[in-house]
């Protein structure tokens, strides 16, 4: 994702301090964003905070900014019923890697 969207703002959820600064803080990305002066967003395992989904939306809609969404669950954000940025979004769904794929 790196060599992808050089210069975004990447969150890890799976790192305890950004998911506890994010937790009922969704808001925090855009200043985040601002401090980091970028608009491309990246966040790993989102389905952590459903609610940060709302907040991209917002920033979509309001300041034009990209999101790159990954996480292991989307199964689990769909039983949650959260916003799933319908129209707003492109799905890519990866399949798990095959014995040879993996190696020895």
Same mark, same amino acid.
């Given at each position: 994702?790196?060599?992808? @969207? &050089?210069? $975004?703002?990447?969150?890890?959820?799976?790192?305890? !301090?950004? @998911?506890?600064?994010? #937790?009922?803080n !969704?808001?925090?990305?855009? =200043?985040? =964003?601002?401090v #980091?002066?970028?608009?491309?967003?990246?966040?790993?395992?989102? +389905?952590?905070? &459903? /609610?940060? %989904?709302?907040? #991209?939306?917002? *920033?979509?809609? !309001?300041?034009? @900014?990209? @999101?790159?969404?990954?996480?292991? /669950? $989307?199964?689990? %954000?769909?039983? !949650?019923?959260?916003? %799933? *940025? $319908?129209?707003?979004?492109r799905?890519?769904?990866? +399949? &798990?890697?095959? &014995?040879?794929?993996?190696?020895p």
């Amino acid at each position: 994702m790196r060599e992808r @969207f &050089p210069g $975004a703002l990447r969150l890890d959820l799976l790192h305890e !301090a950004t @998911f506890a600064e994010l #937790a009922g803080n !969704a808001e925090r990305i855009e =200043a985040m =964003a601002d401090v #980091a002066g970028v608009v491309t967003v990246c966040i790993d395992e989102v +389905q952590k905070l &459903p /609610s940060l %989904l709302d907040e #991209a939306h917002r *920033l979509i809609e !309001a300041r034009g @900014f990209r @999101f790159v969404l990954t996480g292991s /669950s $989307a199964r689990k %954000l769909r039983r !949650a019923g959260v916003n %799933l *940025l $319908a129209g707003r979004a492109r799905t890519l769904t990866m +399949q &798990p890697l095959t &014995p040879v794929e993996l190696g020895p």
